[in-house]
C-alpha cells in the first residue's frame, strides 16, 4: 500500500504457509475504468466548446464589424476549427499535454496521437478515454487563436491569417498549456491555479492581440469615419451561444459530471450576470443610456474573468468577480482611444485584462472548500498563491507578447500582413473571398454563383459610413 513505512513492511510477520512468490509480490492496482456518465458530459461539453468558435464567436465577430467584412470575420472563426484541428492531431497535443521536457514543452511521443487511446490517461483524467480528454482540449486550442482574429479584423490577408495561426498555436499556445496543465509543467509545479484558461486562453489572447493590433496598424479611416457594427443581432445571438457553450468550458474543465463541475456551473453563470449588470450600469451613468452592445459586452468580460476561478471559488465571490470584471473591461475599452492603437473588436479589453484580473482574483478568493485540488488564496490565509498567480499573470503577459510580436514580424516580411488599401475599401468578403454577404439584389451577381452569394470582384468606391451613426459614440466592441 502506498505510504506504508519500509521498516514496518519488513517487521510484520509473514505467515510460514504462503509461498515466497506470494511473499514478494504486491497486488497490483486496479486498472483505470471508464465512467460512462463523466464520459457523456466531457463530449458534451468538447461539443459546446465548439459552439463556442462557431457559431458563437463567428457571429459575435461578425455583427460588430462592417457590412463589407462580415463573411472574411466569420471566415476566420470558421476555418480555424479545421487548422488547429489538424494541428493539434500531428504535433499540437504532443507539444502541449506530452510527457514533460524540462517543464516547458511536451514530448514528440504523441505525434500523431501515437499512443494516445481509448484507455484513461490517469495523470490528467482517470475516468474517461484519453482520446476523451484530447478532444476536449482541442476545442480550447481551437477558440484561443480566434480570439486573436478580433484584433485585426477587417485589414488582415487571409494567407498571412493561417500562417500565424498555425505559427501562434504551435510555438505560443502549446507551451503555455504545457507550463499551466501539463503534468511537469513549471507553472503548475510553481502551484499557480488556472481551471479552464485565464491565462493559456485569454490573457494569452488579450496580449497577442494587443501585438497584433500595433503590428498591423490602424484600418483606414480609423478615428475620423464611424465605425459602428452593422449588424447587432448577430453579436447578440453570438454572445447568448458563448454564454452557454461557456458551461462547457468552465464545468466541463472539472474533467467529471459530479459536484465539481456543478460548482464551476453555477459560479460560471453568476459572474456572468453580475458583470453584464455591471458593465450595463457604468456604460448608463457614464453615457447616457444601456446598450445591447454594451451588455453582451459585458458578459463576455464576466465569462472571461470567471473562467481561472470556476473550479475555486463559490458564488459569493464569483459575483464580486464578475462585478469588477465589467466594470474594469469597460474602462480598459475606452483607454484605447487615448493609447491610439486600434484593435477592432477590443480584444486586448476584454481578454487581456479580464483573463488577468480573473487570475489575480483567483489568488484572493480560491477555497479548498470548493476544490480540495486547489489551495486556498489571501483571504483565506494564504498570501503565497497570489504570488504564485501574479507570476504566471506576469510570465504570460511576457512570453505571449513577445512571442506574438516576432511571428507577426516574420510573417509581415516574408509574405506581408496587410491587404492593399483599395482592397481595404472594397472589403475582406470581395477582395478575400469573392463573395457578399448580402449579394441577393444587388448588381454585380453573375452566373451560378449568384445563388451562393459569388460576386464579380471589381473596385469599388469608398463605402458610405455605415448606418445609425450615432451608435458609433456608444460601441464599445468586445473580444
Not at 494569452?204 to 443581432?233: C, D, F, Q, T, W
Not at 466541463?252 to 456551473?265: E, I, P, V
Not at 470582384?457 to 469608398?462: D, E, L, T, V, Y
Amino acid at each position: 500500500m502506498l505510504g506504508t513505512p519500509a521498516a514496518a513492511q519488513q517487521a510484520a510477520p509473514v505467515p510460514a504457509t504462503v509461498p515466497a512468490a506470494t511473499q514478494a509480490a504486491a497486488p497490483a492496482p486496479p486498472p483505470p475504468k471508464i465512467d460512462s456518465g463523466d464520459t457523456a458530459w466531457m463530449l458534451t461539453s468538447a461539443a459546446l466548446v465548439l459552439m463556442m468558435t462557431a457559431p458563437g464567436l463567428a457571429l459575435f465577430y461578425g455583427g460588430m464589424v462592417r457590412r463589407q467584412n462580415v463573411l472574411g470575420t466569420i471566415m476566420h472563426s470558421f476555418i480555424i476549427m479545421a487548422v488547429i484541428s489538424i494541428q493539434w492531431v500531428l504535433w499540437g497535443y504532443s507539444l502541449a499535454f506530452g510527457p514533460d521536457v524540462g517543464g516547458l514543452i511536451g514530448s514528440l511521443s504523441w505525434l500523431g496521437l501515437k499512443g494516445v487511446g481509448l484507455e484513461p490517461y490517469p495523470d490528467y483524467a482517470a475516468t474517461i478515454p484519453h482520446q476523451a480528454f484530447m478532444i476536449y482540449q482541442l476545442m480550447f486550442a481551437i477558440i484561443t487563436p480566434a480570439l486573436i482574429t478580433g484584433a485585426f479584423a477587417e485589414r488582415m490577408k487571409f494567407g498571412a491569417f493561417l500562417v500565424f495561426t498555425v505559427l501562434w498555436a504551435t510555438f505560443i499556445y502549446d507551451p503555455l498549456a504545457h507550463w499551466v496543465w501539463g503534468v511537469g509543467g513549471w507553472l503548475r509545479n510553481l502551484g499557480a491555479l488556472d481551471f479552464a484558461g485565464g491565462t493559456v486562453v485569454h490573457i494569452s489572447s488579450g496580449v497577442s492581440a494587443l501585438a497584433a493590433a500595433l503590428v498591423v496598424g490602424k484600418r483606414r479611416g480609423y478615428g475620423i469615419e464611424p465605425m459602428p457594427p452593422h449588424n447587432l443581432p448577430l453579436t447578440v445571438t453570438g454572445a447568448a451561444m458563448l454564454w452557454v457553450g461557456w458551461f462547457g468550458f468552465n464545468a466541463g474543465s472539472a474533467l467529471s459530471s459530479g459536484a465539481l463541475a456543478t460548482s464551476a456551473f453555477v459560479v460560471t453563470h453568476i459572474a456572468t450576470a453580475a458583470a453584464t449588470l455591471s458593465w450595463m450600469l457604468t456604460e448608463w451613468l457614464g453615457r447616457g443610456k444601456p446598450t445591447v452592445l454594451g451588455a453582451a459586452s459585458g458578459a463576455v468580460a464576466g465569462l472571461v474573468a470567471i473562467t481561472p476561478a470556476s473550479g475555486f471559488v463559490g458564488p459569493l465571490p464569483a459575483v464580486v468577480i464578475g462585478g469588477v470584471a465589467g466594470f474594469l473591461c469597460y474602462n480598459a475599452c475606452n483607454v484605447k482611444t487615448k493609447l491610439g492603437y486600434d484593435d477592432s473588436l477590443d480584444v486586448v479589453g476584454v481578454h487581456g485584462i479580464g483573463g488577468t484580473w480573473g487570475a489575480l482574483a483567483t489568488g484572493l478568493f480560491a477555497s479548498k472548500a470548493v476544490n480540495d485540488a486547489g489551495n486556498n488564496g489571501l483571504f483565506f490565509g494564504n498570501p503565497s498563491l497570489l504570488g504564485a498567480q501574479f507570476i504566471a499573470v506576469l510570465a504570460t503577459w511576457i512570453f505571449a507578447f513577445i512571442g506574438a510580436l516576432i511571428l507577426l514580424k516574420l510573417v509581415d516580411a516574408v509574405i506581408g500582413l496587410r491587404v492593399h488599401e483599395e482592397d481595404e475599401v472594397t472589403g475582406l468578403d470581395l477582395s478575400q473571398h469573392n463573395e457578399n454577404a448580402y449579394a441577393l439584389g444587388m448588381v454585380g451577381v453573375t452566373g451560378i454563383g449568384a445563388g451562393l452569394g459569388h460576386v464579380e470582384h471589381r473596385p469599388a468606391p469608398a463605402p458610405q459610413p455605415a448606418e445609425m451613426p450615432g451608435l458609433a459614440a456608444s460601441r464599445r466592441p468586445p473580444a
